[in-house]
């Protein structure tokens, strides 16, 4: 039972919506905002202790959560110490990819600025490998090349040093779809070069990002809706069937990029799942593809 947590700060009936960059989602049972790993620990060994459903929320920006909400613990990650070593960095897992940029471009350590404009805490990031286009824009860069160890919880409820080797990483993917670890923090290694030359990828990142996409603060949405569809492009298929501009409730498939399904206001999940069905069917259709879902369906909808 949920009033078996006996964690500090614990809220009830939470709304979930203010905390995703879709500003979608119903409200969880209880909600807990940790500051540090060993809060993070505690919330967690708590849960799995008295058999209670969590979930770990970092930014909120991969996930469509139910309009019902969540029936057990938010565990909201604001754990976001960071040390600095010589070229290693140490990020607690709720430390944004954004403050990260900005530390380390100060002391000239270059490898953050080419995910600048994504909305992603180090858990996050991990979680799902975050990756943008090389500055060639031809090649793709993942976290994992500049990730150097962590430590997590494992399922046990052990915490321990592992390297980057055990994430397992892929396209979209890493160790953590498929097996309950908690990541507490991470050292990336990175590599000398002057703050302007950081800035300024990380100003052209920005820039590329603004022609091509719906700025997120205007146009709440949690990114691509559908998995990359290799040499085709997923947006480029809702484009060609027609449905660019097309809008269910709130929600609408963005004129500027057609695998952004963007939250005009007042829209719902419910929405958002009846546009995803109508974009799949109609580019089955007319193209023969399968549009697959890349964001994660937290609680009940
Ligand atoms: C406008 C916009 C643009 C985007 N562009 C890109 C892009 O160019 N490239 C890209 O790769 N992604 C992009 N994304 C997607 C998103 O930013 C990334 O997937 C990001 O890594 C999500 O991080 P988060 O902290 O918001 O994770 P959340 O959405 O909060 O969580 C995602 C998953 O990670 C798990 N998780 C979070 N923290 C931990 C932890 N410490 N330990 C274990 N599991 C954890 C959660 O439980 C959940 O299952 C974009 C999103 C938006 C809104």
Not at 75 to 103: K, M, P, W, Y
Not at 114 to 139: C, K, M, T, Y
Request: hydrophobic share 40%; charged share 20%; glycine share 10%.
């Amino acid at each position: 039972m949920i009033t078996q947590l006996a964690l500090p700060q614990i809220q009830h009936n939470v709304v979930l919506a203010p905390f995703t960059t879709y500003k979608i989602g119903g409200p969880a049972d209880a909600f807990v905002t940790v500051t540090s790993k060993d809060e993070l620990v505690t919330a967690v060994r708590s849960a799995r202790e008295h058999d209670i459903p969590y979930f770990l929320l970092g930014t909120g920006a991969n996930i469509l959560i139910g309009d019902q909400g969540f029936r057990g613990l938010v565990i909201h990650n604001r754990a976001q110490h960071v040390s600095i070593a010589g070229t290693s960095l140490t990020a607690e897992s709720g430390a944004t990819i954004a403050e990260l940029i900005a530390v380390s471009a100060e002391k000239g350590l270059s490898g953050f600025e080419h995910f600048a404009g994504i909305p992603s805490s180090v858990g996050g990031a991990i979680w799902q490998n975050l990756h943008f286009l090389a500055p060639d824009r031809i090649e793709t860069l993942f976290i994992e090349g500049i990730v150097e160890s962590a430590e997590i919880l494992d399922i046990r409820g052990d915490r321990r040093i592992v390297v980057r080797e055990f994430f397992e990483f892929g396209y979209d993917d890493s160790r953590l779809h498929h097996e309950e670890i908690i990541v507490l923090d991470v050292t990336f290694a990175l590599s000398e070069k002057p703050t302007e030359e950081i800035m300024a990828q990380a100003r052209a990142n920005l820039e590329w990002r603004a022609r091509r996409q719906p700025p997120v603060k205007e146009f709440p949405s949690c990114g691509s809706v559908f998995k990359k569809i290799e040499g085709v492009g997923a947006g480029r298929l809702i484009d060609q069937v027609g449905l660019k501009g097309y809008q269910l409730g709130g929600i609408q498939i963005s004129p500027k990029h057609a695998n952004f399904l963007v939250n005009l206001g007042g829209g719902t999940a419910r929405d958002v799942m009846e546009l995803v069905r109508d974009a799949q069917q109609e580019v089955r259709r007319q193209t023969g593809y399968e549009l697959e879902m890349e964001i994660g369906l937290v609680g009940e909808f």
